[in-house]
């Protein structure tokens, strides 16, 4: 069946760049929205971003600024760079299948911000 | 944005009980409400789409109602793999939100 990895640095100095990838396999990346949603330590929920396979993408104002999703179809992989982190940016990220409804998730990796 | 309240922050239930979880948004959503279900370690799962579909492969125990601003999540009769946290999330307009979550304990 269809499952999701996200992969990258577990730790990132602040003012730097945050850069994950996110692996779709045992299925096709084409024709679906792609997400990226961060849990902050013992917080909620935030909707980063999305891409559609041919490139297309929306983010959280919120975020909008510092963030950039970009889509390798030949690879099966998406990816997430949000830059100038700062502590606040400290969380699990999941990447997951979707625009506004979510029906497949990666496990999530935590991603720690600090010198 | 959409701001989703969801209550209570969490709850204390044993095996077999009825638990009900409430969502509500700060606007009219219509129906575009979705539930997710949470547990560490593990990738999130979809369980309500549409306030009240239950997404493939979920047990028939879960049931979600409601549209407009006040949504219900209901788990019949609860089972030992279903302690974990819930979220509601709108799907209604960009961007997506969530609710705070409900950590569904022990009792």
């Known amino acids: 069946q269809v499952q999701l990895q996200e992969s990258g640095p577990g730790l990132v100095k602040p003012s730097e760049t945050l850069s994950l990838i996110c692996t779709v396999s045992g299925g096709s990346i084409s024709s679906y929205y792609w997400s990226w949603i961060r849990q902050p330590p013992g917080k909620g929920l935030e909707w980063i971003g999305y891409?559609?396979?041919?490139?297309?993408?929306n983010y959280n104002p919120s975020l909008k600024s510092r963030v950039t999703i970009s889509v390798d179809v030949s690879k099966s992989q998406f990816s997430l760079k949000l830059n100038s982190v700062t502590t606040a940016d400290t969380a699990l990220y999941y990447c997951?299948?979707?625009?506004?409804?979510?029906?497949?998730w990666g496990q999530g990796t935590l991603v720690t911000v600090s010198s | 944005d959409i701001q989703m309240t969801q209550s209570p922050s969490s709850l204390s239930a044993s095996v077999g009980d009825r638990v009900t979880i409430t969502c509500r948004a700060s606007q009219r959503t219509t129906n575009y409400l979705n539930w997710y279900q949470l547990k560490p370690g593990k990738a999130p799962n979809l369980l309500i789409y549409g306030a009240s579909t239950l997404q493939s492969g979920v047990p028939s125990r879960f049931s979600g109602s409601g549209s407009g601003t006040d949504f219900t999540l209901t788990i019949s009769s609860l089972q030992p793999e279903d302690f974990a946290t819930y979220y509601c999330q709108q799907s209604y307009s960009i961007p997506p939100t969530f609710g705070g979550g409900t950590k569904v304990e022990i009792k």
């Open positions: 997951a299948r979707g625009r506004d409804g979510y029906d497949l």
């Open positions: 891409i559609y396979y041919s490139g297309s993408t």
